[in-house]
């Protein structure tokens, strides 16, 4: 892995650090914690690791803890406040607004068939619209395709809280080459496993045992906390699995 470059309000960020796409026709994103002043200066807006997707041409800074700010596309794990008439009311984090996932946006619902969920139950959910005026909205189904996509309740497993930058790690299309994560493969060779991981920090770990669960979700966080390397990760594997029995 390269090494990390670390930013500041006030930095520019120099040219060569940006994503450089081999697909000229996609226009560079600018993500989270940067901003971009006219005609070409992008500057950060919060401390953080700068983080490129040559493939999506984007760029984006990953703070140094701070809180989660609900963005359209993001998948997030929510609990159920409340409901009301049309909508269950979601905590996706304890400091934002109640987001609002409309009972009928999940695969094949209708009024008579939606899903009954209670209060405190788990949800994987995508955020359908967010901004700063508006409490966010959430859905559980593909508007092109009509499928769940794997959004939809969560049932049985233990949620573990992360910091955003392990979450956006795990959840890049290669934990291993792009984020130098290398925990969940290496428990994928000895134990069956489902897992969600939502981008306000929380991961949901199912291995149908409570010791082979806790065993995956405390080397994860272990990996998270320590700044692990990918040797340290495999080595923390194999003392996870050794509780775990196997």
Request: aromatic share 6%.
């Amino acid at each position: 892995m390269a090494e990390p470059t670390f930013v500041f309000p006030g930095d520019n960020i120099p040219h060569d650090k940006l994503p450089r796409s081999s697909n000229k026709s996609v226009p560079l994103k600018i993500g989270p914690g940067l901003r971009h002043i006219l005609p070409d200066i992008i500057t950060p807006t919060v401390a953080g690791e700068l983080c490129v997707d040559a493939k999506k041409n984007a760029i984006w800074v990953e703070g140094f803890g701070g809180k989660y700010i609900p963005t359209t596309g993001d998948q997030v794990l929510v609990t159920v406040h409340h409901s009301s008439i049309d909508f269950y009311h979601c905590t996706i984090t304890p400091h934002a607004p109640l987001a609002q996932l409309p009972q009928l946006a999940f695969e094949n619902a209708s009024k008579k068939s939606r899903p009954m969920l209670s209060v405190g139950s788990l949800v994987y959910a995508r955020i359908a619209l967010a901004n700063k005026h508006m409490d966010p909205e959430l859905e559980c189904v593909n508007a092109t395709t009509g499928r769940a996509d794997g959004l939809g309740e969560l049932k049985g497993g233990t949620v573990f809280d992360l910091s955003l930058g392990m979450a956006r790690r795990l959840m890049m299309p290669d934990p291993v080459k792009q984020g130098g994560i290398v925990v969940l493969e290496e428990f994928a060779e000895k134990i069956a496993y489902e897992i969600a991981v939502g981008r306000n920090g929380k991961i949901w770990v199912d291995a149908r045992d409570v010791k082979k669960t806790l065993a995956i979700g405390k080397a994860i966080l272990e990996t998270d906390r320590e700044k692990l390397s990918i040797d340290e990760q495999k080595n923390t594997v194999r003392r996870w699995l050794n509780y775990a029995g196997l």
